[in-house]
């Protein structure tokens, strides 16, 4: 699926798995039983600590792949150690599910693991062809995280000089640029709708792509039902 020039695949099953990947960005969010292609993504941010989100299948009483298998496959195939990034009321949690995962496996699980707190950033490093010169970084949100794009613009009076005269101004410390920065992708972890209208949330729906859970489809269920679990209605997202 390609959307806003920004190809996305991965899945969502409620209650079992959840993996979303964009692969020219390298990343993943959430990585429920650990799809194949999300192994080959450098860094992986994880919304909440629900099982379907970050280990497994709740349908297992066990640990199951998630997680650990993202980062033991990535070691198997001699692959750069990841960056992992969860929110900071979770990541001691997080590094005892490595450390059992250490004492039964004697593997080194070697990763980066990252814990950000509401409104702090993150900047990513991107290897990619697809952006070159170009800069992006991450923020946690309330209930996910945005990716922000940021950008160099040669300033208006600038505009159409040669580019020696331009290098020239640049080397005795004229700014000849201003920097932009654009919310580019938006990712919600189990969420009711309110959080979309929270002023403190304003770069959500900014953002040129939006991915959110929406766990209730059908008229079965209404809209309380939804709210009552930490949920969205299909319902609701039509009036966004």
């Not at 993504?41 to 994880?46: E, G, K, P």
């Not at 919304?47 to 970050?54: L, V």
């Not at 299948?57 to 750069?80: E, K, N, Q």
């Not at 654009?182 to 972890?189: D, N, S, V």
Request: hydrophobic share 40%.
């Amino acid at each position: 699926m390609m959307i806003e020039g920004y190809p996305i695949e991965g899945l969502s099953i409620a209650g079992h798995e959840t993996c979303i990947i964009l692969p020219t960005l390298n990343l993943a969010f959430d990585i429920g039983r650990c799809p194949s292609r999300a192994i080959s993504q450098q860094f992986l941010f994880i919304s909440h600590g629900h099982m379907d989100h970050i280990v497994s299948s709740s349908d297992f009483p066990v640990l199951l792949g998630g997680l650990p298998m993202y980062v033991a496959t990535r070691g198997l195939y001699r692959m750069a150690p990841p960056t992992i990034v969860v929110p900071a009321a979770i990541k001691e949690n997080v590094e005892k599910l490595f450390e059992a995962h250490r004492a039964m496996d004697h593997s080194e699980l070697k990763h980066n693991l990252i814990g950000l707190n509401v409104g702090t950033s993150f900047g990513l490093t991107l290897n990619s062809a697809a952006f070159l010169g170009e800069e992006f970084y991450l923020r946690k949100d309330l209930k996910g995280y945005i990716i922000y794009s940021v950008r160099q613009k040669l300033k208006q009076e600038y505009i159409g000089l040669p580019g020696t005269e331009i290098k020239n101004l640049r080397s005795t410390g004229v700014e000849v640029t201003n920097t932009t920065t654009m919310p580019e992708i938006a990712f919600t972890g189990d969420t009711v709708s309110d959080f979309i209208f929270d002023d403190n949330n304003v770069d959500v729906l900014r953002a040129k792509v939006l991915i959110m859970e929406s766990t209730y489809v059908s008229n079965l269920e209404t809209v309380e039902n939804a709210r009552d679990y930490g949920h969205t209605h299909l319902s609701e997202v039509e009036y966004l």
